[in-house]
């Protein structure tokens, strides 16, 4: 089946600095992918949705300038964290709509921790 | 605006019990509706899903069927394993929006031996 990837799977930062999270779609081509963040026993927060060579469309109260999403391919999609600080901590999930069945497939996900 | 509720957890089972984790739906027009599966440190994947009015989804054993006039996804199986902990997620995708999911807050299944 098809098969998302994201990088890193866990990161470790100092606060001020920025975190990079790539996700691949690794055996289809994505028209569309999402960025999610779940906050621990809490269900997913949709961040924003990007469409391969267009802005990022963020949903309210997601800071775009602090979240930069780059949506660069049909396989390929980063979150940029930028200026880190502690209340970023959180786990990160990237999904990209497509492939044969037009379905949404999930990354594993990536854990962030800004010390 | 559409939204999901699903049963607070956690639900705690003995193996081979029956289950069943409520999901109900408020939506425009006539969405998808699907569950989502997370085990423990995994990626989110699909467990799930029907498109119209009487369709039942099925997969690994469980199953939930669209049930629009009382505007519910309910999650059964008929015994679970120990295998089967996780947390599952109810969503529906409105054609209204851009394939935007919905979610419901996630119900943590602990299946005890």
């Known amino acids: 089946g098809a098969v998302v990837s994201q990088h890193p799977s866990w990161v470790i930062c100092k606060s001020g600095t920025s975190v990079k999270i790539e996700c691949r779609s690794l055996d289809f081509q994505a028209t569309t992918m999402f960025w999610y963040r779940q906050f621990p026993k809490q269900s997913l927060m949709l961040m924003a949705t990007s469409n391969e060579g267009s802005k990022a469309t963020y949903e309210q109260g997601v800071e775009k300038d602090k979240f930069l999403i780059n949506h660069a391919s049909l396989t390929l999609s980063t979150l940029t964290v930028t200026s880190a600080h502690p209340e970023d901590s959180s786990f990160y999930i990237c999904?990209?709509?497509?492939?044969?069945?037009?379905?949404?497939?999930f990354g594993p996900g990536t854990r962030l921790t800004v010390l | 605006g559409d939204s999901v509720t699903q049963m607070e957890g956690p639900v705690t089972l003995s193996e081979e019990a029956f289950l069943t984790i409520n999901c109900t739906y408020t939506?425009?027009?006539?969405?998808?509706l699907f569950w989502y599966v997370q085990y423990p440190g995994e990626g989110l994947q699909l467990l799930l899903k029907a498109t119209k009015a009487d369709d039942k989804g099925s997969n690994k054993g469980f199953e939930a069927t669209y049930r629009k006039e009382t505007t519910s996804f309910h999650l059964e199986k008929g015994s679970v394993q120990v295998s089967d902990s996780a947390v599952y997620f109810c969503?529906?995708?409105?054609?209204?929006?851009?394939?935007?999911?919905?979610w419901g807050a996630g119900t943590k299944l602990i299946i005890k031996p």
């Open positions: 969503a529906l995708r409105s054609p209204d929006s851009n394939y935007q999911l919905i």
């Open positions: 939506a425009t027009g006539y969405p998808s």
């Open positions: 999904s990209a709509r497509g492939g044969s069945l037009d379905t949404q497939y």
